[in-house]
């Protein structure tokens, strides 16, 4: 950005620092809301590998409940 406002006029080159610096307070503006939703996405990564974890370890005491149950000869 720098460059542009350096090689351009003065009129051009504050009109670029305005549009950016305006780009920059819609982005903070914004970003509280990605931070929000960023965060969500985490829960539910959270939420489906507990499942999956929950799952393989019910998996896991149905075949050890099933080997105990055999008969031993």
Request: with cysteine; proline share 0%; hydrophobic share 40%.
């Amino acid at each position: 950005m720098a460059f542009l406002v350096a090689t351009s006029d003065a009129t051009v080159g504050q009109s670029l620092r305005d549009k950016i610096s305006s780009l920059c307070m819609n982005w903070e503006e914004l970003f509280q809301y990605v931070e929000k939703y960023m965060h969500v996405g985490d829960v539910n990564k959270i939420k489906r590998d507990y499942q999956s974890g929950l799952q393989q370890l019910d998996k896991w005491l149905r075949f050890a409940e099933s080997v105990l149950n055999t008969s031993q000869v």
